[in-house]
């Protein structure tokens, strides 16, 4: 797996962490495919977004589904301080 940009602090909110419980899903399983540029279920429009946000140092966001259908996104900030994973409704 090739790493494409640091993660910094990881931090993860009550809802993605019961999320994840419920269907006995690991955040690294996800973080994985985030921080190697495996964008999940984002559009090319969003897609093309990260791909400038690797160059320009913006925030990157990756959207996946669990296993019971359940959305969860992750956010990369722009300074790369810290990712958060998250449900779209708690952004």
Do not use: C
């Amino acid at each position: 797996m090739a790493v494409r940009f640091a993660l910094g602090q990881l931090v993860a909110t009550p809802g993605a962490l019961q999320a994840l419980e419920a269907t006995g899903q690991a955040p690294l399983e996800f973080l994985r495919r985030h921080v190697s540029g495996d964008w999940g279920d984002l559009g090319d429009e969003d897609r093309k977004e990260n791909e400038l946000s690797l160059e320009h140092g913006f925030r990157i966001l990756s959207a996946y589904r669990l296993s019971d259908g359940t959305k969860v996104w992750i956010i990369t900030e722009a300074d790369r301080s810290s990712t958060t994973l998250l449900l779209p409704e708690e952004y």
